[in-house]
């Protein structure tokens, strides 16, 4: 079964950028397509970004759409979203999710 941890969050202002991290532990990891999402507390987990198992194939939420860059390396078994221009909307704790497993999440806190 994969085991997932997310890291790479942090404050930063607004208009700054972070990169998000997945390490999956596991051999199959590659095997798996994996999905970022984030959570701001009182509403609903929402996807943000997809990638499929061997990077082919990638696709955005609108928000994350031009600012936010989903990519693997399956060789270190990581998962990665680059994200660029951030709005103080973007404040949420974001989790990673492959083969219905979720990590125990990050928190991104952007600053206007």
């Known amino acids: 079964q994969v085991q997932l941890v997310e890291s790479g969050g942090g404050l930063v202002q607004a208009g700054g950028s972070l990169r998000l991290s997945c390490v999956g532990s596991?051999?199959?990891?590659?095997?798996?397509?994996v999905m970022w999402f984030r959570q701001i507390p009182g509403k609903e987990r929402e996807v943000v970004a997809f990638i499929t198992s061997t990077g082919s194939t990638t696709s955005y939420a609108d928000s994350a759409k031009g600012r936010f860059t989903i990519s693997r390396d399956n060789a270190k078994n990581t998962v990665y979203l680059q994200m660029n221009n951030l709005k103080p909307e973007d404040t949420a704790v974001y989790y990673c999710?492959?083969?219905?497993?979720w990590g125990q999440g990050t928190q991104v806190t952007v600053s206007s």
């Open positions: 596991g051999r199959t990891f590659s095997d798996y397509a």
């Open positions: 999710n492959a083969d219905k497993i």
